[in-house]
């Protein structure tokens, strides 16, 4: 079946280290995007990226890398410099055709700091 | 000022009533669209349904509709006949921007508990 897949489900980061989540999707979707989730609020958007090789910063970039090399990844890398990291990351692709398209979301990953 | 409005913090409701989850929002775009989530508590987002800015009917999918008033920049998700299965948090989502440079901003989220 046609989806996306977040690896890992769980994540955990010790003080000073990047880490790096992983999106994968099979949709064949031009765009891509990343969401940080923290309790009771709604999507943060992080990065997002509609064609191979270019991304764009979302809302809260600040800590946070990305790369789009093959049309099917996405993977976020949470740096050091990302001093509040735990919360839960979602990935998340659409297509450009037209408006109307959802976007489609991965299970998610829950990072925490040890 | 928040681009989308979910004043429901959390609502609880008979199983096999209608259930109204409110959302306005804000933007001087003359095209948007504006979506529907559920999220259960395992944590994945799944797409309810979708209503264009240009769209003269209110969108319908099922026992989902979008009850959509342009003018009052409201478009609240109506779930008829609530089952239990319903219970998640429900979040609404503004689309903006031209072709190729397109965002969705998220509202706070409403949870919903279904009640046997």
Redesign the interface.
Known sequence: DGGITQSPKYLFRKEGQNVTLSCEQNLNHDAMYWYRQDPGQGLRLIYYSQIVNDFQKGDIAEGYSVSREKKESFPLTVTSAQKNPTAFYLCASSSLQGGNQPQHFGDGTRLSIL | AQK?TQTQPGMFVQEKEAVTLDCTYDTSDQ?Y?L?W?KQPS??????LI?Q?SYDEQNATEGRYSLNFQKARKSANLVISASQLGDSAMY?C?M?EGS???????????TRLTIIP
Request: aromatic residues 26%; proline residues 0%.
């Open positions: 989308i095209s669209g979506f989530y395992s944590g994945e987002m799944i797409f979708y264009g979040f989502a689309r072709f190729g440079n397109e965002k969705l901003t998220f509202g706070t989220g």
